[in-house]
Structure formats: C-alpha cells, structure tokens
C-alpha cells in the first residue's frame, strides 16, 4: 500500500515530464544534474572517493551480471536451451548482454590495471582485479558454456570502430610522465572506458525491450559513469579551473578526460532515464522509445 501510493506520484510526475517540450526536459535535466553535483560536493570532501565510488558501482554491476548468468543459465531474457526457439521469440522478448562490450571492459581494465601496478598500488587497483577476473568470467561464460543464447548477430557493433581512433587520439594525447608507453597506455584505458559501453547500447536499441538484470548493468554503469564526472567537474570547480592546465599533464589531457567522461554519461543519461521511469511504475522491463 504504502510503495503504491509513493508510485502514484511518481508516475504522474513521469507522465507531466513526458508531456513538456523538449527545451522543458532540458531544462529539468540540467537542472538535476547540477543539483546532483552540489549535494555530492557537500556531503563528500575527499574528490578520490568518487573513483571508488565508481568503481564499485561497476563492479555492483558485473556481480548483478554474474548473479544472471549464474541462475538462469542465459544471456538473454528468456530461459530456454534451444538456440533456434531462442532466435525465434528474440524480436518480441528482451534484451541479451553484448559480449564485445564486456570485451572492450577487459581490454580497458587490463590496461589501467597494469599501469596501476607500474605506478603504484592501491585501492583503485584491487577494485580493478577484481573487476577484471569477475569480467573474464563473464566472456568465457557467453562465449562458451551459454554461446547458444548468446544473439552475436544483434551484437553486431565492430569493436575497431572504438579501439582505433581510442588508440589514436591516446597516442597524441596522453599525461605527461617519464615513461611515454604507460602514458599511452593510460590514455587508451580512459578513453575505450568512455565508449566501451556502446557495443551494449546498439545491442537494447536493436531489441528495444531490455530485462531487468541487463537493465540493472547498464543502470550501474551509469551511476559509475556520473560518480567519475562528478569528481573532474567538482575538481574543476575548487581549483577555479585552473586543474584544467595542470603542469606536467598535458595541455589537452584534463579536458579530454572530462570530455570523456561526460559524453558516456550524456550516452547513459537516457536510458537511465527510461530504467528510473520502469522502476516508479513498478515495471520489471525497461521499454525504450522506438
């Protein structure tokens, strides 16, 4: 009774913002984001705990995942061990996972990983293993013991077109340090980090009906995604823009990763927007617009 009656508001709230114009949504978007923002930076001093904030949100994330793929015994949204029934419902039913995605989150992963252990040790770096082992399992999992559910024909994004111009602009581009082939390195792990989750996003759009535990993924990765932003433009913010020059960085290096950052939460900030609207309605799918 009392999840119905919150629900109800919500709802008609949902159903006011869907009638506006779009200079309306803008605008209302904007605004959460910015009030996000400044109750994020009042409550949390410390800017490194926004990384590991977000790095434990993916990692929330893949174990949802692994959670998925461990009792259904699936990549998609229905139970079923035939892999022509499968094709035969995929039209109308839900979503699977993107192995190249989770690809593309090895390759980024294994790059931070290794030049965290190049620079130094630390919290960031355990999250990363062990985000990265829990990422192994997943792609051996859909590419071998549930390959018969796994729909490659709707995960048809080519991954080269995300890891060429990453490496590309990570060569030109890169943090200044004394080791040039960590600094590329590092680059390219920020960069394949910021469009990794494509592959995922034009596998849902083709299939326009997402289950829940694909949905509560990419939710998270969303939430990682916002924490990470968070911390560069709070950043920016304290030190009056100045970190954007930073010495020793490189001049175009700071505003690259921020660009990198918020076009993947530009990129999730929709379908958040859906997975937010499916929960208030009490829906266990996510619906996107056709």
């Known amino acids: 009774m009392g999840q119905k009656g919150v629900q109800r508001p919500l709802q008609k709230l949902f159903s006011w913002v869907r009638k506006q114009s779009n200079k309306v949504k803008t605008f209302l978007g904007v605004f959460t984001v910015l009030t996000l923002l400044v109750t994020l930076k009042l409550l949390i001093h410390e800017h490194n705990h926004f990384f590991v904030l977000a790095e434990f949100a993916h990692f929330v994330g893949i174990l949802v995942l692994i959670y998925k793929l461990t009792t259904h015994k699936t990549c998609s949204g229905v139970t079923l061990c035939d892999s022509t029934q499968l094709r035969r419902v995929r039209d109308i039913w839900m979503s699977c996972l993107s192995l190249k995605t989770q690809q593309l989150t090895?390759?980024?992963l294994f790059a931070r990983l290794f030049c965290s252990l190049q620079i130094e040790g630390d919290i960031h770096t355990i999250?990363?293993?062990?985000t990265l082992v829990a990422t192994?399992?997943?792609?051996f999992m859909m590419k071998?013991?549930?390959?018969?559910?796994?729909?490659?024909?709707?995960?048809?994004?080519?991954?080269y077109i995300v890891i060429v111009p990453s490496l590309v602009i990570a060569f030109f581009i890169h943090p200044r340090?004394?080791?040039?082939?960590?600094?590329?390195?590092?680059?390219?792990?920020?960069?394949?980090?910021g469009v990794s989750v494509l592959p995922q996003l034009r596998l849902m759009q083709n299939v326009k009906i997402i289950e829940p535990f694909t949905a509560h993924y990419v939710f998270a990765l969303g939430v990682s995604r916002f924490f990470s932003c968070a911390h560069w433009i709070i950043k920016?913010?304290?030190?009056?823009?100045?970190?954007?020059?930073?010495?020793?960085?490189?001049?175009?290096?700071i505003p690259m990763i921020i660009l990198a950052e918020i076009v993947q939460t530009f990129v999730l900030a929709d379908f958040c927007y859906y997975y937010v609207k499916s929960v208030m309605q009490g829906q266990m799918m996510v619906r996107l617009p056709a």
Do not use: H, P, Q, R
């Open 127 to 130: 999250l990363d293993l062990v």
């Open 177 to 193: 340090t004394n080791n040039l082939i960590l600094s590329i390195l590092w680059a390219f792990a920020v960069y394949i980090e």
């Open 144 to 159: 071998y013991k549930l390959k018969s559910s796994y729909m490659a024909d709707l995960d048809n994004m080519k991954k």
């Open 106 to 108: 090895a390759t980024f």
């Open 136 to 139: 192994f399992w997943l792609i």
């Open 236 to 253: 920016v913010y304290d030190t009056s823009g100045s970190y954007l020059s930073l010495s020793g960085g490189g001049f175009f290096w």
